[in-house]
């Protein structure tokens, strides 16, 4: 165990003590991987009553179709139904998708690119277009703008969503046709948007008519603590604002059953769906409808993905609690870092002082530590500031976890030591 | 059963005799659907071992890696191996996808539209672009390529494939970026590609460096006699005649195991590979790589592959037999019809007199028997000589085959008469 910190004592004065606190931990040989934001095989276990089903002979969904044959784009209604809730749509407006929610995300963007979508004059690819990327954010949503030649256009992140005043300024743009949202326990900030901010994003002009809003509710259900968010329903919000047709929502059951053979989802209006189920339909005959019934098997109703989903918490809510503690046992008072305590989704934000956030990777990387490259977080992989990292806690077991939390911390204050020898600030700018 | 027919009498003579004959069959009040090539239940009950499979606590791949986490995205090495004789390629040069092998045909469509392909110097959709299609086709390929606006640009099949002088004058335009070939048990003629016309596609000239080779072998294992043809093996032909990015080689498991909840196969040259998990890569963080392990468990190897194919042709077969035993009975002699008698495939195709083939699909409706729409073997669903129909005997039953095979071979010949009462010859055009 580290010493408790000593707030008087200057950062730039414990060099000595942290370099030689560092090459202890070196020493230790450790193997550890914080950098993606996977289930644990112990999760994955919960699910584990899926791998033998539907079974022999149950291949027959409520319809009376054979989920084995080809067809139904939509997917399986049950299954729609059952997510209905999750994603605030009616079974109607609900498509089911094969294992990968970003594949959804990816194909709705190509379509636009392609085809266009309704409301819009023409394909997006004939343009120069741009999306409002919320920041610090999910680095696959920008890898799908980056390697389609999407501009980026990067809006803060307060604790209640993104800046709504910059987001509107930006949305007048008629370049601008979409933005990217994980609105509840955001990618990697677990910032939940509030009521105002879901309205001013229904409510807001857009300088293109077919804009979207590509609202990734990727942690729906992931909480770690008893408070749940109440996430106002942007398809809801955006009908009553007159404008149905801005989002598109997506979910996926990646960190619900099996993080590489779970179900995707899209919900959106009546329009939207119409369009996507067209485009979809010409790519593929159907989704893998004996994965759809598998689930309904497995999950059985509302209660059941309920049941699953404490069962993930009790599993996770221990790293997290690991990752703060530490990170407030070491750092603490020190100024040299801000780190967030997460209520769900999978991620805890630690900041550090301008320009360290690199060194830190560097040094945990220095003692067996994996983490997210250092920009990840940010358009085009480059943190402008460089102050911005992205833990993972949910793979590794709590043992591993709590060793990488000490490291991390660790790491956090000799690069904030070196800052400050180098003529920073060594503290985390506000 | 219907009378053997007399070559010597006349169609139009006939033409009471089989209006009577029709208004017997319309009583019938027969419900018979031929639209589509899809298995029937009996088929995909030879894969019912796959419903219950992996089974609990069987996730580990070969590599020891979990297949119910995140990755992978090239999927697992033993079903690259076992899939790598039936896509001629080693199994470093294969990717698996999900369920869809014309999901895998679309996305690298969209790829190449939005990013270009190896070898070429910009995105496909900065262009007017065209697609050699040999006529008559599938479908749904034809409909990628409108839905893109990709021009189509027939030519005709023969015995022995596309016709090569026509394919290679087209393939000198540099807008023609690529063909679509199902090179054995061609849908819906049933022909294999001889070595000649595999060589000379491999070997031409073409205006664009970037042309690409849509190969879709859906047919590889599907076999309706003992007869199995030896198609030459495209990615060897094309890397001896020094264009290893040629061709881009598909197949899927879709009418090997499960038809909506099987795996979809690329196996492409080294550069193609790697441009395709890097396209794929950004889509999606892996296929499905549990329903990969569930196939690996079901097929085990090579022989198993085999097995499961001999059970299919056990119920394809008298089906095929069923339609054209039917078709010679009532059409041999008459010159109203010629079809094809194929030794694999899905299909049945049959040729009618030059106007005929959407009023033989209407005069099935009349009695309850639903076929593919005339039309549907041409791009841009238009058939100049509405002479081609496509029939699918999988899914019905052997005796609804057999029914359905006696309204076809009626309605033929009425619309043969129709044809001749009308002034036109009756007979099916050379």
């Known amino acids: 165990m580290p010493a408790p910190p000593d707030p008087s004592r200057d950062l730039q004065a414990r060099h000595a003590e942290l370099r030689a606190r560092y090459a202890d931990l070196q020493a230790r040989g450790l193997r550890l991987d914080m950098t993606r934001g996977k289930p644990s095989p112990e999760q994955l276990d919960l699910s584990e009553g899926l791998l033998a089903l539907p079974g022999n002979r149950d291949h027959r969904a ?19 139904a059952l997510f209905s809730g ?3 749509a009616p079974p109607e407006q609900i498509a089911v998708g094969n294992n990968s929610s970003l594949a959804l995300m990816h194909d709705c963007i190509a379509y636009a690119l392609l085809k266009g979508v309704p409301g819009g004059a023409a394909p997006w690819s004939r343009e120069e277009i741009r999306f409002i990327c919320p920041v610090p954010g999910y680095d696959r949503h920008f890898a799908l703008c980056e390697t389609y030649g999407i501009g980026m256009l990067s809006v803060p992140m307060t604790p209640r969503g993104p800046d709504m005043d910059a987001v509107e300024d930006l949305a007048r743009d008629p370049a601008v046709r979409g933005m990217w949202a994980v609105p509840q326990y955001a990618n990697p900030g677990g910032e939940t948007y509030d009521d105002e901010t879901v309205a001013r994003l229904a409510g807001m002009a857009t300088g293109a008519p077919d804009f979207r809003l590509f609202w990734d509710n990727a942690y729906a259900l992931h909480h770690l603590t008893d408070r749940r ?15 149905p047709d801005r989002p598109l929502v997506f979910a996926s059951t990646s960190k619900v059953t099996l993080a590489g053979a779970g179900l995707a989802f899209l919900a959106a209006s009546p329009a939207n769906l119409r369009w996507y189920l067209a485009c979809a339909g010409k790519r593929s005959i159907g989704p893998d409808k004996l994965n759809q019934l598998r689930h309904a098997r497995f999950l059985r109703d509302a209660g059941g993905l309920e049941r699953l989903m404490e069962g993930h918490r009790r599993l996770l809510a ?3 609690r690991a990752v703060t503690d530490a990170l407030a046992r070491a750092l603490a008072g020190t100024g040299a870092a801000r780190w967030s305590e997460p209520a769900g989704g999978y991620f805890v934000l630690l900041e550090v002082p301008d ?9 945990a990387a220095g003692c067996g530590l994996a983490l997210t490259p250092a920009g990840a977080t940010h358009p085009y992989g480059r943190d ?7 833990l993972a806690p949910s793979y590794p077991s709590l043992g591993e976890v709590e060793a990488a939390a000490e490291v991390i911390a660790l790491c956090t ?10 003529g920073g600030s060594g503290q985390v700018s506000g």
Do not use: H, M, W
């Open 86 to 88: 999750v994603l605030g």
């Open 229 to 243: 968010p109440a996430l106002r329903n942007i398809l809801e919000a955006c009908a009553a604002a007159g404008r």
């Open 355 to 363: 320009g360290c956030a690199s060194r830190v990777v560097e040094l």
């Open 318 to 320: 221990p790293k997290f």
């Open 413 to 422: 204050l000799l690069a904030a030591a070196e800052n400050r020898q180098a």
């Open 384 to 390: 402008p500031r460089d102050r911005t990292l992205r």
């Open 62 to 80: 409520e319809s009376g179709e054979d989920a084995r044959n080809y067809g139904g784009v939509q997917g399986l209604a049950e299954v729609r």
